[in-house]
């Protein structure tokens, strides 16, 4: 974004539910200075959120920067569009980077900026420093969550009771980040982020183990490689309007407006 637009940035939020509805609730209180919400985008009627909800094309006419809170299918066909509308676009569903095509094409688009937000995981910035340092030679991503939040279309009726009905912690699936995000769309975001910054889905080994006793939403990353060995574990609440969603993701989003939108101070 050029620092001779006018300002206030104008916001359109792609998606008004747990995310995108307390993102513009946010907006308009004014938490991020110097944006303001214009539109909501979504299919369902979000009620009165306090913008207008407008369909995409209406909305694209107003945006500087459009924020996507909806899931994988608008980053697969409207991100690259965005961009090259000259629209900065920031997405919470990075799951859909896995496909290397779609991941080439928003790289290459432009002038919109592409932005990821961190979301519901931290630490990015020095897996991300130290994939620069030389390959990672290990990459691990646990995931633990509640059994009902891990019940997918594809699961046979059987098979998605015996998932909601467990009584102990059970692994639901082993294999690389973009297999993953693949079978759990919604659920392993953070992986598929993992997998961005070191740059290789196919590095990330991701567990997703469903466990009814995850009160809180947990992700253990393990990394290693020639700068050095990281560990650390997130848990976060889930969100009391999704739970499939943390808590804390809406203000990751509007930390991660403020830092495309304003002067950077502090960490970044
Ligand atoms: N990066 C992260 O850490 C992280 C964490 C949680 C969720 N997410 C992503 O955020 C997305 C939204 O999460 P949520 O908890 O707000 O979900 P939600 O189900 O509460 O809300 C999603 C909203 O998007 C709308 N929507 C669906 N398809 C749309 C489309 N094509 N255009 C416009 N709107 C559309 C739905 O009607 C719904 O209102 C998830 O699908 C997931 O991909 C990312």
């Keep these: 974004m050029s620092r001779t637009r006018p300002d206030p940035v104008r916001a359109v939020v792609i998606g008004g539910g747990a995310i995108g509805a307390s993102v513009v609730a946010a907006l308009l209180r004014g938490v991020v200075p110097d944006v303001v919400p214009v539109a909501v985008v979504d299919p369902r009627p979000v009620g009165d959120l306090g913008v207008p909800q407008l369909r995409l094309e209406a909305a694209l006419e107003q945006a500087d920067v459009v924020v996507e809170c909806a899931g994988q299918a608008v980053v697969v066909q409207r991100a690259v569009d965005i961009l090259e509308r000259g629209i900065d ?93 693949r079978l759990f769309p919604r659920s392993l975001n953070v992986a598929a982020t993992v997998g961005w910054v070191v740059g290789d889905f196919d590095l990330v080994d991701v567990r997703l183990v469903a466990d009814p006793a995850a009160e809180l939403t947990c992700h253990r990353v393990v990394a290693e490689g020639m700068a050095g060995r990281y560990a650390f574990e997130i848990e976060n609440l889930p969100s009391p309007q999704n739970p499939r969603t943390s808590g804390v993701v809406p203000h990751a989003v509007l930390r991660s407006l403020a830092a495309l939108t304003g002067r950077p101070s502090g960490v970044i």
Excluded at 143 to 161: R, Y
């Design 89 to 181: 676009l920031l997405i919470t569903s990075v799951g859909a980077l896995a496909d290397p095509e779609l991941a080439a094409a928003v790289r290459a688009a432009g002038p919109g900026r592409f932005l990821l937000t961190a979301g519901a995981i931290g630490g990015l910035d020095i897996l991300s420093s130290a994939a620069a340092q030389g390959p990672l030679t290990r990459v691990e991503v646990t995931t633990t969550k509640l059994p009902a939040t891990l019940v997918q279309p594809w699961m046979d009726d059987p098979a998605a009771e015996r998932l909601r009905a467990t009584t102990a912690a059970v692994e639901v699936f082993r294999g690389n980040a973009r297999e993953a995000t």
